[in-house]
């Protein structure tokens, strides 16, 4: 079984700028997919970033220029840079990986906060 650590959320001013961490531990099989996702209160979980093993990152329009996702195979981790914070930006986001066996793994959630 595939446990999933995430870091790095927390409050910050709009502009200012959070690094969301995810490290995969366990029963590892070869990831394919590592992804984020976040959720607002009353809305539908939406991806934000994902980077499959063949590094082709993809991004929400409303996040591209603002952030970037990046991954470290060696260590299991997956990245989510986020500058330009905006306030529309506060959910709780999670951290997704999918094997090549199309098994998914989620993690617990991080809260980011933005204020005004």
């Known amino acids: 079984q595939v446990q999933l650590v995430e870091s790095g959320g927390g409050l910050v001013q709009a502009g200012g700028s959070l690094r969301l961490s995810c490290a995969a531990s366990g029963s590892i099989f070869r990831i394919n997919v590592m992804a984020w996702y976040r959720q607002a209160p009353g809305k539908q979980r939406e991806l934000v970033a994902a980077i499959p093993s063949s590094g082709n990152t993809k991004c929400a329009d409303s996040v591209k220029g603002r952030f970037t996702i990046s991954r470290d195979n060696a260590q299991n981790t997956v990245y989510l840079q986020m500058n330009s914070l905006k306030p529309e930006d506060t959910a709780v986001y999670y951290c997704?990986?999918?094997?090549?066996?199309?098994?998914?793994?989620w993690g617990q959630g991080t809260q980011v906060t933005v204020s005004s």
């Open positions: 997704y990986v999918q094997d090549v066996r199309g098994v998914i793994t």
